[in-house]
């Protein structure tokens, strides 16, 4: 069973970085395809960004584009979403997700296998 630890969420002002950390366990990660996601309280959980097993493909959601970075350190088994700019309804819980194998980047949350207990990022105004 692969396991998914999300970290880093905490409590910032409008404006202000945090980056989340995502380890993933198991000898396999260098072929997995991560994402993160987010669900705010009452909303339905969105695609945030995902970077392929090369690193080389990657998208996000057009309402991160410019203030966050998705990015993989294979070494490590983790990746990291580096959230610049933040603004208030950047509120939600993030989680971490593992697709195992090779193809396009995935922006579903069922084309993932495995989900980390995510994380709560907090932004006030």
């Known amino acids: 069973q692969v396991q998914v630890v999300e970290s880093g969420g905490g409590l910032v002002q409008a404006g202000d970085s945090l980056r989340l950390s995502c380890v993933v366990s198991?000898?396999?990660?260098?072929?997995?395809?991560m994402g993160w996601f987010r669900q705010a309280p009452g909303k339905e959980r969105e695609f945030v960004s995902a970077i392929n097993w090369s690193g080389r493909l990657i998208d996000y959601a057009d309402f991160v584009k410019g203030r966050f970075t998705i990015s993989r350190d294979d070494a490590k088994n983790t990746v990291y979403l580096q959230m610049n700019s933040l603004k208030p309804e950047d509120t939600a819980v993030y989680y971490c997700a593992v697709r195992r194998g090779y193809g396009e980047l995935a922006t579903i949350p069922l084309e993932y296998d495995y989900w980390g207990q995510g994380t709560q990022v907090t932004v006030s105004s």
């Open positions: 198991g000898r396999a990660f260098s072929t997995y395809m």
